[in-house]
């Protein structure tokens, strides 16, 4: 479309605004001044248009162009307010559980998970979103994320290979590690989308920047590539009418609100913020969840990129899984498998040498021992007792998997046992368990027992090998 006539709908949308009301306007009017700008073969019909949320306009053919006129105002019309307010409460929603609005994911989805996190504080909404997002941000999701999506990015290809070994670390139990790696390329793959920007541009203004330009092509896909008024094709109009634009603005404020915030501005709970990973001042970013945040964060780059540029590289349908990206996810399930077993042996090993396997950023260690000792538990003291003719009532694993009790009994006599992790527990345990516990016992082999097991009066000793009393005995 040329100049000269870009200029001319400028000039006819002027005109019928000081004709105002809009409401007024008519195809015959549209027409009659399109003549009198001495446009070729003027034609002019109403129409709603919009890719999500129309707009009434009277749309205006002419030789080497198209227009549309609209018919409301860009701030005020009842309708409009109503999406937006409706709008501005989801990305409320959002914000709480520092997000926003996702791609690749079914509407169906994303409002089940809108509707769990509405009434309840932030820390319960986080674990709502936590459990729901575990039902879409799948190994899969992310295997097809860095082999199909990130690639298609200029500014994210030559980091495919570093998500790559990110993924297959996460998935190793090394989550820290692999969040770190990642959360610098966001701002590397921002810098290099607004390469044309200029060295000394701010975070900030990179930010706008990209997001603005995306939303400009949005726009013009939104009005069809007519020619629209350009208070029409801003974020404050479009927020509420297109869900593209919604989403790339949500992404604006996570990005400005919660990742690339100063430190002392930040109130969430993941604690996913840029600063605070660069300079140390927490060590909270590294919870396991951030690493899916990381990935899907920079897919969401990959497809402002191509909105920025206008490739449109980047489907807004999630592809079907390749061969690259079902290799990727069945080599970190192979990880997976592999590193359970290491964590088995090393468990074993470290309790043989009366030690607790040391604790990483984000795994204390518990929920294994825990399910070692809950193991050992039913093979080697609730099964004994049992077979000697006892009822038994198993109690739950101490909050950090030190011990655990069962409490045994028959219709004349009752008491408890407790069983140790290891041997190599503090005196204190031992003496707090002795209280009311006729006898102590521990997984795994005698490690300095006496240097632990002290000043007690009750029976200890390993429960392998332990021959529980018959329940008709007497003792």
């Known amino acids: 479309m040329s100049l000269s006539i870009e200029k001319k709908f400028s000039g006819i949308w002027h005109r019928a605004l000081s004709h105002s009301p809009l409401t007024d306007l008519t195809p015959d009017l549209i027409e009659k001044w399109a003549t009198e700008k001495q446009l070729i073969n003027p034609v002019a019909e109403l129409a709603n248009v919009g890719a999500f949320h129309t707009t009434p306009c009277i749309v205006l053919t002419v030789e080497g162009g198209k227009a549309c006129f609209p018919t409301i105002p860009a701030t005020g019309d009842e309708n409009w307010e ?6 501005e409460d989801q990305a409320a929603l959002w914000d709480k559980v520092e997000w926003f609005m996702p791609l690749w994911v079914p509407m169906g989805k994303i409002f089940e ?38 690639p298609q990015a200029r ?11 990110a993924y297959l670390g996460a998935y190793s139990g090394y989550w820290a590690t692999s969040v770190g790696t990642l959360i610098p390329a ?13 060295e000394k541009a701010t975070t900030t203004e990179k930010i706008d920047y990209a997001i603005n330009r995306a939303i400009e092509t949005a726009a013009q896909l939104h009005f069809d590539r007519m020619w629209v008024p350009p208070e029409y094709r801003t974020c404050e109009y479009l927020f509420g009418q297109d869900e593209r634009v919604f989403a790339f603005e949500t992404f604006r404020r996570w990005l400005k609100n919660h990742f690339f915030c100063n ?12 600063h605070m990973f660069a300079h140390g001042t927490v060590d909270s970013w590294q919870q396991s969840g951030n690493f899916t945040r990381m990935i899907v964060a920079l897919a969401t780059l990959a497809a402002i990129e191509s909105w920025y540029n206008s490739s449109h590289s980047v489907s807004f349908f999630l592809p079907e899984m390749d061969d690259a990206s079902k290799l990727l996810w069945q080599q970190a399930l192979l990880r997976g498998q592999t590193q359970m077993k ?7 090993y470290f309790r043989k040498h009366g030690h607790l396997v040391p604790p990483l950023p984000v795994d204390s260690g518990v929920s294994l021992r825990k399910a070692r000792l809950t193991q050992d538990c039913m093979d080697d003291l609730v099964r004994p ?33 407790a069983l140790l992790y290891s041997c190599a527990t503090d005196n204190k345990i ?17 490690y300095h027992q006496d240097s632990y097991a002290y000043g007690l009066t009750v029976d200890v000793g390993p429960v392998l090998g332990w021959q529980p009393p018959k329940a008709d005995d007497q003792f």
């Open 385 to 417: 007792l049992r077979d000697a003719g006892w009822s038994v009532k198993v109690n739950e694993a101490e909050d950090t998997a030190l011990y655990m009790t069962v409490d045994v009994s028959n219709s004349e006599k009752h008491f408890r046992v």
């Open 263 to 274: 430190t002392g501005e930040y109130h969430g709970e993941t604690w996913l913020n840029r």
């Open 155 to 165: 500014s994210l290809k030559d980091i495919v290979p570093l998500a790559r070994e």
């Open 430 to 446: 031992y003496k707090k368990l002795a209280e009311n516990c006729r006898f102590i016992l521990y997984c795994g082999a005698p």
């Open 82 to 87: 109503t999406r937006r307010r409706q709008h």
């Open 186 to 198: 966001i701002e590397g793959s921002l810098t290099r989308i607004v390469s044309d920007l200029g």
């Open 113 to 150: 998970l809108l509707a769990s996190v509405k009434n309840v504080t932030r820390g319960r909404a986080l674990e709502l979103f936590r459990y729901h997002t575990s039902m879409f941000y799948t190994l899969p999701f992310e295997a097809v994320c860095i082999e199909q999506i990130l």
């Open 342 to 348: 290491i964590n088995l042996a090393e468990l074993e």
